[in-house]
């Protein structure tokens, strides 16, 4: 066991933070507002590499492995976790997912733009009726020999107008039922093919969620990932590495929280002393601390599992639910050490709190992931 990050690692930390500081956190409330992503931050988060870390040279990518990933997803969450759910997508479940299971074609046409930052890449898997239960797509993708008829709604959808290449999820063989399901690419702008409205969100507003509707859309053939009725396995596969990226995001939204709550503590004075000195605030931020670097092993157990090849599903799990529980109660434990000023937008931790929910939520609520636990203690 080594619990010290290699000087790779380091330099990764660094830039993100840098750029966390430096880019992310001017204007990180005005985009909460606006319910808007700038533009040209995106385009930053592409020219610096945030985009395709993980993907290989070969495709554009920063042939990173997934601990260098996590890092990075905690800096940048840190501090904009609008951002991070915008990177954590295009890399973890659309590059990985193209990487690991789509041919060759699909890679130089789409790969290599998408982990430049040329473009963005949304998963489109949760339905109006199928969020948890995943397996129960109603979008329909009828096979019309060279190509799919695709018709259906997807909701929820990270990236919803953002993005320009959408992995749809759709069902083919409803009589096979999750084995019926293929993941095809859909382009932005094709006929049939449009961006429903966008939601106001609680957290992560800065990020775009939107639903989408597909009628009689025409999917060429070649545009379908892995063999017919591999649908349901590329989601499953790729939703296992996508939950370390959440499970960083959250630990991040932790540590953000933790960090401006150790530092308001020292300057904010009360009964003539720091607040730090009354020892109900040094509990708080010691049990924060723990519980922060509880996540941060986990999280960083998960991605190293992943990249030394081995099983990380049940790691993977674990480090999200227990990440995201801690990204709830760190953030409301930094409000209430702020008090009064907690409450105000322009001390950033009311933001961390709302944007926390989240991340018990997507990739696979918190039960979910016991679901996907338990189901591993038995293997
Ligand atoms: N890894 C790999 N394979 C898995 C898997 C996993 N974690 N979980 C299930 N599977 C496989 C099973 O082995 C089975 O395959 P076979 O039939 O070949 O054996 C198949 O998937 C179906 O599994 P189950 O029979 O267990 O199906 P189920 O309906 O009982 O349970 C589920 C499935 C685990 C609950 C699944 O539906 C699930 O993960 N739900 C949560 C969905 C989710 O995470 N949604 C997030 C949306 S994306 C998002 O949030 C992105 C964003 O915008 C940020």
Redesign the pocket.
């Known amino acids: 066991m080594d619990f010290n990050l290699s000087e790779e690692h380091e330099a990764v930390q660094q830039a993100a933070r840098d750029f966390a500081q430096n880019d992310l956190l001017p204007g990180v409330i005005e985009r909460d507002n606006a319910q808007k992503f700038d533009p040209t931050l995106l385009q930053r988060l592409g020219d610096l590499g945030f985009l395709g870390m993980m993907v290989s040279p070969e495709y554009g990518g920063g042939g990173m492995d997934t601990v260098s990933y996590a890092i990075a997803i905690e800096e940048i969450s840190k501090i904009d976790a609008s951002a991070s ?1 915008i990177m ?2 295009n890399n973890s ?1 659309v590059c990985w997912g193209l990487e690991k299971y789509g041919n060759e074609d699909q890679k130089q046409r789409y790969l290599t733009r998408l982990a430049a930052g040329e473009i963005i890449g ?2 489109c ?2 339905e109006p009726e199928a ?6 797509q109603h979008t329909i993708a009828e096979d019309k020999g060279d190509y799919y008829l695709l018709n259906g709604t997807k909701n ?4 919803g107008n953002t993005a320009s290449v959408y992995l749809v999820m759709a069902q083919t063989y409803p009589e096979k039922g ?2 019926g399901i293929n993941c095809l690419i859909v382009e932005k702008g094709w006929e049939g093919f449009s961006v429903g409205k966008k939601e106001d969100k609680m957290g992560i507003r800065a990020s775009d ?1 939107h639903s989408l509707m597909f009628s009689d859309v025409k999917v060429p053939k070649e545009n379908r990932i892995g063999e017919d009725g591999l649908g ?2 590329f ?3 790729t ?2 590495g ?2 370390i990226g ?1 499970a960083a995001q959250a630990l991040g939204i932790a540590a953000g929280a933790y960090e401006l709550a150790l530092a308001y503590a020292q300057e904010r004075k009360s009964f003539g002393k720091p607040i730090f000195e009354h020892q109900a605030v040094q509990f708080k931020l010691a049990d924060m601390a723990t519980r922060i670097e509880a996540a941060r092993l986990l999280v960083y157990k998960a991605a190293r599992l992943k990249d030394e090849g081995k099983e990380y ?1 049940k790691a993977a ?1 674990m480090a999200k639910l227990y990440a995201s529980d801690v990204a709830m109660w760190a953030t409301t434990e930094a409000v209430q050490v702020h008090g009064g000023y907690g409450y105000v937008k322009e001390y950033h931790v009311e933001r961390l709190m709302r944007d926390a929910k989240i991340t018990q ?5 918190s039960e ?1 992931q016991k ?2 636990i338990a ?1 591993e203690l038995l293997k």
């Open positions: 759910v954590s997508v479940l949304a998963f898997l949760s969020g948890s239960d995943a397996t129960s929820w959808i990270t990236n999750h084995r969620t349901f396995k989601a499953m596969g939703l296992n996508g939950r959440i599903v799990a939520i997507y990739e696979g609520t979910i679901l996907v189901r």
